[in-house]
């Protein structure tokens, strides 16, 4: 065996530096690395970089000066006149990761077609002398065009300078590379919109209908629109995450809504999060650059618990005592510290069985993306499988326990954007812990079966008292959502579902006027006599109590859950992608360019008949025990409502809240107004997403590939 390579020194043997070549690095281990941390230890992790891009990262290693990392990864290039720059750092949550050293790997020096064991000398240009400790590589350098196979292990990424996306998910991809490179974000920024002063009039009557637009790194979010006004009131919260590779400019841009028209320009300014104080609410007025006006707000950095990927054999909740901490951590004794911070998520994401195949060799590159709210991470790629193993923990803080885990299997592509093989979504209080499971693979819209079963375990630990007091405060909002579109088959569905809703009032009031027309001698007597007790006995309080006693009354007595079930599953039968795409191309040319002059009132009327049939079914499926934990909160807060108007007379509840309401904005200017009650019904599914949120039944005896499309649990 040759002698192990050691910076600085060059081998007799050198390759040319033209041509493609494959770069196969195995970091080993590291020796006697700087302490950084307190303790006396260090949380060790290694970048690698070629032509100043970071090329890899690798895990962290907590609480180690000689970790091992058995990492493995393959760089595609076509020249070796860069050196590979190696940096080791010390990780440190929330703060700035401390330098542990750096050497070079001079490439042009390296044989070819043959593994050489690599011991790099860790320096630090400021103190040369300083001993900063090793790393064990092993590298192996190969012609591209040797006749040796290129072995594709569960760890490799390729370094591919003709990667092309496109435009319509740039954003979505973008992103995801980013975690897949930094693998957590260090904190978050929450940005309260508070309101806007003396801004450019756009409009012909000499006002604005202005609305803000706000960019970190590949994050955005858009604030709603105020009509007719130079002075808005916005009055919106909303969280952005910190991440190194994003930077910390935040931009932000005021905008002029303009139906049929493109929306005017009014201004922008910025805002250089690193001069903010972590931990601390600043009051900021911006004025906008090259304009007149400014915004005013509320932003505050913090460092909080991070999303991560680890390998399986690192499970967080499997080790007893970590798993005790997090038991700890969201114990019913906690329940009055940090009120964001409601519990966490574990995903094992185990393998894939049947997966569509993509390519036209008959097999697919699949990864997979995980998403929670705002947070997504990525697997690695399998290549050329479609029974892939990839055996990942992801790890999720939970800010809301009525969020749904999303995770979608991608086909990499490189010549092209990432295919779509399927997807799962998976509310979280559905959840069975440490239960593997199978789940049928959906497609786009979550209405039918995709080809493929993924298999998951899943763990969630939270606090129960946080989970129900974030309940009744604004849901967390989607800063990368898809804009909505024109269709003719989602305006008459939404048009269906709130028929059936005013249907329903319809047979309700059509029984009563029954009881009124004595139909039916036997109900009328009954309802006249039950008239005349409730009126003559009313109170105040007897409202809640007729609806408490209606949920307890569905809980014991009700089948009207599984009727839902049937009714929904029956109007989801027809809802199908290819028939839509069918339809839309049977459509007459000249209707859709009529169609498309008026997408604004369209898209309006679509989201407004949307926003009907949904609150409806919130509620019904609120009474309908759809969610429990829902109806259990429910039930917990009409029992407190009967309680209280049964104590305590009519006039003191009604003074109270009118002090409150003219106080609020002396107690606090910049207080953001919620409604408790729409806050709850936001995190009731409609029927839609129930539909959605339906497990596929699995049927272990049958194969992946030939799943029947209707089989329905």
């Known amino acids: 065996m040759a002698a192990p390579y050691s910076s600085g020194v060059t081998p007799e043997r050198a390759a040319p530096s033209s041509g493609m070549y494959k770069l196969e690095i195995e970091l080993k281990r590291g020796h006697n690395l700087a302490v950084r941390d307190r303790g006396g230890s260090s949380d060790p992790y290694v970048k690698f970089k070629l032509a100043g891009k970071e090329v890899f990262r690798s895990k962290i290693i907590p609480k180690n000066l000689n970790p091992v990392w058995d990492e493995k990864v ?8 860069e050196p590979l720059y190696i940096k080791v750092f010390d990780y440190d949550f929330g703060l700035q990761d401390d330098f542990m050293g750096s050497a070079y790997l001079y ?21 040369p002398d300083q001993d900063l400790g090793s790393l064990e590589l092993a590298v192996t350098l190969t012609p591209k065009d040797s006749p040796i196979e290129e072995r594709q292990d569960s760890t490799t990424m390729l370094l591919r300078r003709s990667w092309k996306r496109s435009t319509k998910q740039q954003q979505s991809i973008r992103l995801s590379e980013l975690h897949r490179k930094s693998q957590l974000w260090r904190g978050i920024v929450s940005i309260a919109l508070i309101e806007g002063h003396n801004l450019i009039p756009m409009d012909p009557n000499g006002l604005s209908d202005p609305y803000v637009k706000f960019r970190l790194g590949p994050q955005k979010y858009r604030s709603k629109t105020v009509p007719k006004t130079l002075n808005p009131q916005w009055r919106e919260q909303f969280d952005l995450h910190l991440y190194e590779e994003t930077g910390g400019v935040l931009e932000i ?51 909080s618990a991070h999303v991560s990927i680890a390998d399986l054999s690192v499970t967080p909740l499997d080790d007893p005592q970590e798993r005790r901490e997090i038991m700890k951590r969201y114990s019913v004794l906690k329940s009055l510290s940090n009120f964001k911070d409601v519990g966490i998520v574990q995903v094992k994401v185990m393998r894939a069985e049947g997966l569509m195949a993509a390519d036209v060799n008959g097999k697919s590159d699949p990864f997979c993306v995980l998403e929670l709210n705002n947070d997504r991470l990525q697997t690695h790629t399998v290549y050329k499988n479609l029974n892939p193993e990839w055996n990942k923990v992801f790890t999720f ?14 086909d990499e592509d490189r010549d092209r954007s990432a295919d779509f093989l399927g997807k799962v979504a998976i509310p979280l209080l559905r959840i069975r812990n440490g239960e593997q499971k199978g789940y ?26 946080k989970a129900a007091l974030r309940t009744v405060v604004p849901a967390e909002q989607k800063y990368i959502e898809e804009e909505p579109k024109v269709s003719k088959q989602l305006l008459q569905q939404n048009f269906n579902r709130v028929k059936r809703c005013i249907m329903v009032l319809i047979s309700y009031g059509t029984y009563i006027n029954s009881c009124f027309e004595w139909e039916s001698a036997q109900r009328s007597i009954v309802s006249f006599v039950l008239f005349i007790v409730v009126v003559w006995n009313f109170e105040l309080y007897m409202l809640p109590l007729v609806l408490l006693l209606l949920l307890v009354w569905n809980y014991f007595f009700s089948s009207s859950r599984e009727t839902t079930e049937m009714s929904m599953e029956a109007m989801f039968e027809s809802d199908d992608e290819e028939d839509d795409k069918e339809d839309k191309e049977s459509e007459p040319k000249g209707f859709m360019d009529k ?14 008949l949307d926003e009907v049939a949904s609150y409806g079914e919130r509620i019904k499926n609120t009474v309908n025990w759809t969610v429990p934990f829902l109806s259990w909160l429910a039930i917990t807060a009409l029992c407190f409502a009967t ?7 009519l006039r003191y509840l009604v003074l109270a809240w009118g002090v409150n309401k ?7 200017p910049y207080m953001i107004d919620n409604n408790e009650l729409l806050d709850f019904l936001s995190r009731v599914p409609s029927d839609v997403q129930v539909m959605q949120y339906r497990e596929h039944r699995v049927d272990p005896g049958q194969s992946p590939n030939k799943r029947r499309r209707t089989n329905v649990s």
């Open 74 to 81: 393959t760089l595609i290039m076509d020249s070796l006149s």
């Open 107 to 127: 490439l042009e020096s390296l044989e070819q077609q043959r593994t050489i064991p690599v011991t790099l000398v860790l320096k630090d240009p400021q103190y």
């Open 253 to 303: 841009t005021v905008w002029d809504r303009d139906t049929g028209r493109r929306d005017d320009f009014i201004g922008r300014c910025q805002l250089d999060l690193s001069t903010l104080t972590k931990e601390q609410t600043h009051h900021l007025e911006l004025p906008l650059e090259e304009s007149r006006g400014y915004v005013v707000l509320l932003v505050t950095l913090t460092a």
């Open 397 to 410: 803080n939970v800010k809301d326990i009525h969020s749904v885990l999303e995770v979608t299997v991608f």
């Open 440 to 465: 049928l693979l959906k497609n786009k819209a979550l209405t039918g079966p995709a080809k493929g079963v993924l298999y998951l375990e899943i763990d969630v630990v939270y606090n129960t008292v």
């Open 595 to 608: 169609l498309y002059a008026i997408q604004d009132v369209f898209i309006s009327v679509q989201s407004a």
């Open 643 to 649: 309680l209280l108007l049964y104590l305590i007379p």
């Open 662 to 668: 003219f106080t609020k904005k002396l107690r606090d």
